[in-house]
T-cell receptor, first 114, second 114 residues
């Protein structure tokens, strides 16, 4: 158990809908990362937050957004869902956002869009 | 574009033997490399990392070797056990002035046979 908690573990929703994935980082970790894992794209970096502020962005779609709250938990919002958004979404965290800080991944939220 | 890739998609190893998993990278500016293990239904689990100013780093039963001349990274697992069966990913930190925007390779499936 990495200490990173993600909910829900599984989610099935219809195209066009909106979902929110939730992440609680390890206790004391200030930096949160979101990754998407799909069969065709592999593990892809989406976005990073550090102590409530956006720190880095990857190839995150405009339909997707995230935030980190004062209690350091984070949410990833996915809207206008398409079939291609079906994937495993991972949250990860590290104590700081400086090089060498081990990044720990959660168990993921499996999203299926039908 | 530049990317991290793996040579072998599947590696079959007999229990007790040593495993070697290879990874090629193309971004010569990368300063940090990480190996993750992902078991079925779980999130990536940190194994070991190495900075670009090092050639070798050892952990418990694992050794990572870095050859910057040929841009090659390898993970050696000693005395491979059934619990080592998983997909192994190498990752590099894409931006040296920030941390956590990792680019993952495609992964190598390691299958340990009795």
């Amino acid at each position: 158990d990495s200490g990173v908690t993600q909910t829900p573990k599984h989610l099935i929703t219809a195209t066009g809908q909106r979902v929110t994935l939730r992440c609680s980082p390890r206790s004391g970790d200030l930096s949160v990362y979101w990754y998407q894992q799909s069969l065709d794209q592999g593990l892809q970096f989406l976005i990073q937050y550090y102590n409530g502020e956006e720190r880095a962005k990857g190839n995150i779609l405009e339909r997707f957004s995230a935030q980190q709250f004062p209690d350091l938990h984070s949410e990833l919002n996915l809207s206008s869902l398409e079939l291609g958004d079906s994937a495993l979404y991972f949250c990860a965290s590290s104590v700081l956002s400086t090089a060498g800080n081990t990044i720990y991944f959660g168990e993921g939220s499996w999203l299926t869009v039908v | 574009g530049e990317s991290v890739g793996l040579h072998l998609p599947t590696l079959s190893v007999q229990e007790g033997d040593n495993s070697i998993i290879n990874c090629a990278y193309s971004n010569s500016a990368s300063d940090y490399f990480i190996w993750y293990k992902q078991e079925s239904g779980k999130g990536p689990q940190f194994i070991i990392d190495i900075r670009s100013n090092m050639d070798k780093r050892q952990g418990q039963r694992v050794t990572v070797l870095l050859n910057k001349t040929v841009k090659h990274l390898s993970l050696q697992i000693a005395a491979t056990q059934p619990g080592d069966s998983a997909v192994y990913f190498c990752a590099e930190n894409m931006e040296t002035d920030s941390w956590g925007k990792l680019q993952f390779g495609a992964g190598t499936q390691v299958v340990v046979t009795p």
